[in-house]
C-alpha cells in the first residue's frame, strides 16, 4: 500500500493526474470518481423460467401467432379430457397460442385469505387450451368445421366454415355477440348488488 501511495505522489511531481492517461485512471482504488459514487447500482433483474420464455423477434418483442378463432366464437374440443364439450372462447393469447374456453377445463385453485381473520377458500379457474384442440362449431347445423377465407363482393375478407360454407365474420353477427355479452354483464353486475 505504502508503494502505491509513493507511486501517486511521483506521479504528481511529473504532473500527472491519476485520471488523465488516456482517459482511464491510473489507480481507480485510490481515486473514486465523482460520478460513479452518484450513480445508481446496477437493478437485479429475475431471469423467466424455461417454460416462462416466450419468442421474440429481432426487436425484443413478443412473436405473435396467427389464429384461426377469435373472441366469441362457438368451438368444440377436439382433444383432451373435455373432447366433445362445445364452449364460447373467452380470452385469446397469441403469444403461445392458446385460448380460454368459458366452463372448460377448469382447474382448482387455492386462494389464500387476503385480510387477517378472513378464510381462504378453494376456486374454480379456466385454465388455457391450445388452439389446435379446439375446432370451430355451427350452432345451425350442429357441425365442427375447419375454417377458410375468402373475399365477398365489397372486399372485405371473412371467415367462413368449410364444411357449410356459414360466414363467421359478419357485421351482425359480432353486434348480436356483443349485446349478448352486455346483457351477461349486466346481470352479474345486478346480481352482485
Known amino acids: 500500500m505504502a508503494a502505491i501511495a509513493a507511486l501517486g505522489s511521483s506521479m504528481a511531481s511529473l504532473s500527472l493526474a491519476p485520471s488523465s492517461f488516456f482517459g482511464e485512471g491510473l489507480f481507480p482504488a485510490l481515486s473514486p470518481s465523482p460520478a460513479n459514487s452518484a450513480e445508481k447500482p446496477w437493478p437485479t433483474v429475475m431471469k423467466l423460467k424455461r417454460w416462462e420464455r416466450k419468442e421474440c423477434k429481432p426487436n425484443s418483442l413478443p412473436l405473435l401467432h396467427k389464429m384461426h378463432v377469435k373472441v366469441g366464437d362457438t368451438v368444440k374440443i377436439i382433444a383432451g379430457h373435455e373432447k366433445g364439450k362445445l364452449g364460447e372462447i373467452t380470452r385469446v393469447f397469441r403469444h403461445n397460442s392458446k385460448v380460454i374456453v368459458k366452463e372448460i377445463n377448469l382447474k382448482t385453485k387455492h386462494m389464500k385469505s387476503k385480510e387477517q381473520g378472513e378464510p381462504g ?3 374454480k ?8 384442440n379446439v375446432m370451430l362449431y355451427s350452432k345451425e347445423q350442429n357441425v ?50
Open 144 to 193: 365442427a368445421s375447419r375454417v377458410g377465407h375468402k373475399f365477398l363482393e365489397d372486399g372485405t375478407k371473412v371467415r367462413y366454415l368449410i364444411k357449410t360454407g356459414e360466414i363467421i365474420d359478419s357485421a351482425e353477427n359480432w353486434k348480436e355477440a356483443v349485446k349478448e355479452r352486455n346483457k351477461v354483464q349486466e346481470k352479474t353486475a345486478l346480481s352482485k348488488t
Open 121 to 123: 377458500q378453494i376456486v
Open 125 to 132: 379457474i379456466e385454465a388455457p387450451i391450445h388452439s389446435s
